[in-house]
């Protein structure tokens, strides 16, 4: 983790409780190595490393082999995919994760949204750093800052949001493939690790086919897939089209992730083998059960099949109380923390709706407040349990069997 985390100085006109970090950064700098962004950016590696294709596409096989096939990853989220729910998830059986999406030029020019928004550990690996960007000469210069943190440099090109339009990135740079493509090459000719990018789905399967085709012969050397359009961004109104995924792992020869409708290690698994993918993202689901990867999975994912699962023994109190602690030793600013108390513990908050009304309330949060609230639900005696499939009953049937 860097060391130079700053405590935010901030003015009047901008300040927020939510903001701020959650402690003093000062007291985990045991724990944090002591490189840092503010350094000057790493050599550039040899251009043209990543240029011959069959030699890049082997390297991106090797790569991808390097750190193990990762199949369940932490999809990126704003605010939400932080070092400690990274951190969580990885515990709970996700075996990489992408970082939330970083501004780009924000990255290059602000020492203070550099040492808030990234933060990062030994253990939080394989990692993907992801930028938004429209400028080749700034998207490198904010990826060198990283890329001895991460193993890969990613780039967004699926947010959909109002924000993306204005900003000229995300999904809107799927009007202007030029500008896309010299991102990629920028960051594929002169980075030391290998650039991914994330993509949404076009309305036709040919312009798709298209556009994977291209970003892999500019440089990129793993692409996740949402599959979904640009103008389908309600991902509960929206199935993602697992059809085109399989069509896009069948054109390209670049590992290839799959991304939309993963509920639980089910679907995971459907996923994988229906597309052909070499892993698959989560994201909504995984705030609100982030030991989605181990197996666990909420009620509503049960309905209809309760006597095929079990209470798991784990529940979304007890992943709070594991992420305030993980938020203890790697200090994020309290509205992640926040965001994540409300996701994870929102069907604990359906029952007991005035202790999320006295959550609201704290315009300040502390972690001796978050630690009570836990214990005052459980008081409650609210516990909404998180289910694991039988493994008993279907040993018990196995052994019917042999016998
Ligand atoms: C809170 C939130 C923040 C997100 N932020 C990002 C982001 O920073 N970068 C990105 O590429 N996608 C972002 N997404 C989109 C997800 O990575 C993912 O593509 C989308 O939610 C579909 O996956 P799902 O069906 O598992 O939710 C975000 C999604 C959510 C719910």
């Known amino acids: 983790m860097m060391d130079n985390i700053e405590k935010p100085t901030y003015s009047s006109i901008d300040f927020h409780a939510d903001d701020l970090l959650c402690s003093n950064p000062q007291q985990n700098q045991d724990e944090q190595s002591s490189s840092s962004l503010d350094e000057t950016p790493s050599s550039i590696g040899s251009p043209g490393k990543y240029l011959i294709v069959v030699s890049r596409i082997e390297r991106a096989w090797a790569h991808w082999t390097k750190l193990g096939c990762p199949k369940f990853i932490v999809a990126p989220m704003v605010d939400n995919s932080e070092l ?32 808030e928004e990234f ?3 030994k253990e939080d690996h394989p990692l993907f750093v992801q930028f938004c960007a429209n400028d080749p000469d700034t998207l490198l210069e904010a990826a060198r800052r990283v ?3 991460c193993d890969y440099v990613d780039i967004n090109l699926g947010c959909p949001q109002r924000i993306a339009r204005r900003g000229y990135y995300g999904a809107f740079l799927m009007d202007n493939l030029p500008l896309v493509k010299s991102l990629v090459e920028k960051l594929a000719l002169n980075l030391n690790v290998p650039v991914s990018c994330k993509i949404r789905v076009f309305p036709t399967l040919e312009d798709t086919l298209k556009y994977a085709k291209m970003l892999e012969e500019a440089g990129c050397s793993l692409l996740a897939v949402h599959g979904r359009t640009r103008d ?3 991902g509960k109104k929206f199935r993602a089209d697992w059809n085109a995924i399989r069509a896009v792992k069948k054109e390209l020869r670049i590992p290839i992730l799959a991304n939309g409708n993963i509920r639980h290690m089910e679907d995971a698994q459907n996923c994988l083998e229906e597309t052909g993918a070499d892993g ?16 666990f999975r909420t009620a509503d994912w049960v309905a209809g ?18 992420y305030l602690k993980l938020c203890e030793k790697y200090p994020v ?11 994870m513990l929102g069907g604990w908050f359906r029952l007991q709706p005035q202790v999320r009304e006295d959550l609201n309330a704290q315009s300040r949060l502390t972690f001796e407040y978050l630690y009570s609230l836990v214990d005052r639900l459980r008081e409650l005696g609210v516990r909404v349990p998180l289910h694991q499939k039988d493994t008993s009953a279907a040993r018990d049937s196995a052994e019917v069997v042999a016998i």
């Not at 698959?280 to 197996?295: D, H, I, K, Q, R």
């Not at 209470?311 to 109190?317: H, L």
């Open 84 to 115: 400690p729910f990274r951190m969580l998830c990885r515990k709970y059986g996700a075996e990489a994760a992408y970082t939330p999406m970083l501004h780009s030029r924000i990255f290059t020019e602000n020492p203070k949204y550099r040492s």
């Open 119 to 121: 933060t990062t550990c």
């Open 147 to 149: 890329e001895s943190y």
């Open 305 to 322: 099949n309760e006597n095929e699962y079990v209470d798991g023994k784990v529940d979304q109190a007890d992943l709070v109380v594991e």
């Open 333 to 343: 600013p309290w509205r992640m923390i926040r965001s994540h108390v409300h996701k």
């Open 232 to 234: 389908e961004k309600d």
């Open 280 to 295: 698959v993202l989560s994201a909504e689901t995984l705030l609100e059960n982030p030991a989605l990867f181990a197996g």
